[in-house]
């Protein structure tokens, strides 16, 4: 597996002079942050080959591993699922990171009791971030590891199984693939920009959809140089960070969706936002990223016109 590289090649030393940290001031020793680093990577790997012998076995007709049928619907909601893999990987994460940082918080997707995030060293997962994908056989999944210190993410893994993308940072030292750095574009305009967002599973609402399709039309018509919409906040975000997305924008997505991913995305030069246009909040479930402040500008624009209430 080309992503199963060393963890020395994902431990980064040096901050690249365009880049700037994501926080100041981290409260964890460089060593610690290292380790931490180190066992996410172990964590998001073993997730990523359950992930694969999964589908393997789906794509060979085993009807226990058919998502379709195994997949739960998730607080009432027919178009957000959970399945039995996403609460084993969360288990195999909890019990690596709980052994080795017994003093660290955790808060997990699957497991979420509606806490908020302190100043005491957190995890955050997401043990597999575009589960409909997933459920599906899609290569738009993950695994998403991130760690808070003070309420600010500082550390962030990522993992995408089928494509065989590991997405690493650590605050002040630059964003790495399968431990080669990463840049965001150089974009400045929308209309050289590729641009991404979901349709949602946590919401259908008229008003949220209607709100939601105008932008599109807006884009659509501005015209930017083009439209996606896939299914993982984390690797859409990384998409940004490594330059094949330009402008990545959601609403509804969660602290665990996003918290390793921001750390990436800062390292790798991005801009990071509220849609409104304030500072990123890990738990205020708005997003805006972005290669350059010039494209995160004219986008808000847009996005300033509209409301999406949950």
């Known amino acids: 597996s080309k992503a199963t590289v060393s963890v020395l090649n994902c431990i980064h030393c040096g901050t690249p002079e365009h880049l700037q940290p994501t926080t100041k001031k981290m409260a964890l020793p460089a060593d610690t942050l290292r380790e931490c680093l180190a066992e996410a990577v172990n964590c998001v790997q073993i997730c990523g080959n359950v992930m694969r012998e999964c589908v393997t076995k789906m794509q060979a007709g085993d009807a226990h591993a058919d998502l379709n049928k195994v997949g739960e619907e998730k607080n009432g909601i027919a178009t957000d699922f ?102 965001t574009s150089t974009s400045k305009t929308l209309n050289r920009a590729l641009v991404c967002s979901h349709f ?20 659509m ?58 500072d990123f909040d890990l738990e205020n479930r708005r997003l805006l990223a972005c290669s350059t402040p010039e494209v995160a500008e004219e986008i808000l624009k847009i996005l300033k016109q509209y409301e999406f209430n949950l």
């Open 82 to 183: 959970v399945t039995e893999f996403d609460q084993k990987c969360e288990k195999i994460v909890f019990d690596r990171l709980s052994a080795k940082f017994p003093t660290f918080s955790m808060m997990g997707e699957e497991s979420f009791k509606g806490q908020k995030i302190g100043d005491e060293p957190t995890w955050v997962v997401d043990p597999i971030d575009g589960t409909l994908s997933f459920m599906h056989g899609g290569h738009d999944c993950c695994v998403c590891i991130g760690l808070t210190v003070g309420k600010q993410p500082v550390l962030g893994v990522i993992y995408a199984p089928f494509l065989d993308e590991l997405y690493t940072a650590i605050a002040g030292e630059g964003a790495f693939c399968n431990g080669k750095p990463i840049k």
């Open 200 to 219: 949602p599973s946590y919401t259908r609402k008229d008003e949220f959809v209607d709100n939601l399709f105008a932008v599109w039309k807006q884009l």
């Open 221 to 278: 018509a501005h015209p930017v140089q083009g439209m996606r919409a896939y299914g993982s906040a984390g690797l859409d975000m990384c998409s940004v960070a490594r330059g094949r997305l330009d402008v990545y924008f959601e609403v509804g997505i969660w602290a665990w969706d996003v918290c390793a991913g921001s750390v990436i995305l800062r390292e790798a030069g991005g801009t990071l936002l509220d849609i409104t246009g304030g």
